[in-house]
């Protein structure tokens, strides 16, 4: 699982790691509920209640891949260590986390289009991380 806030490159990240370990990719922004979605496009950050059933959601993805004996390379925010807990379904899940500086990120996510995610949520992000101590 790659994690981090909006903007950190997870994507990319997540991609490319896919594409070299010649595993599958998916990016838990495209499994946020309508609601969840319409919330940040109206600028209004999620609550843990809001994202409890998309944390189900992402949790019963990896399990189903790996009870298939499939590997899965996830983007996912995961902020909290709540979250990662959650996820954490398996002891085969290794977290890398991205790093970055506040003004480097805002300034990403300033340029990007065609995502919901507005730039003002980008400090609610922050104030909701929690830098894991156990990631890549």
């Known amino acids: 699982m790659v994690l981090g806030v909006s903007g950190s490159g997870k994507s990319t990240v997540g991609e490319a790691l896919a594409g070299a370990l010649g595993w599958p990719f998916a990016d838990a922004d495209d ?4 609601t969840n ?7 209004i950050p999620l609550t843990d ?7 189900a959601t992402l949790r019963e993805l990896m399990a189903q891949a790996l009870a298939g004996g499939h590997s899965l390379v996830l983007a996912c925010s995961a902020l909290k260590q709540a979250y ?3 996820l954490q379904v398996d002891a ?3 977290f ?8 480097l990120i805002a300034a990403r996510i300033a340029a990007r289009t065609g995502h919901y995610m507005p730039p003002g949520l980008l400090q609610s992000q ?3 991380l929690e ?3 156990d990631a890549l």
């Open 37 to 43: 979605v319409a919330k940040m496009r109206a600028g």
């Open 84 to 86: 990662r807990d959650r």
């Open 49 to 55: 209640a809001d994202r409890a059933p998309w944390l």
């Open 31 to 34: 499994f946020h509920p309508a």
């Open 126 to 128: 922050f104030d909701a």
């Open 92 to 94: 085969r899940v290794r």
């Open 96 to 103: 890398v986390y991205l790093r970055g500086d506040r003004d």
């Open 131 to 133: 830098e894991p101590d």
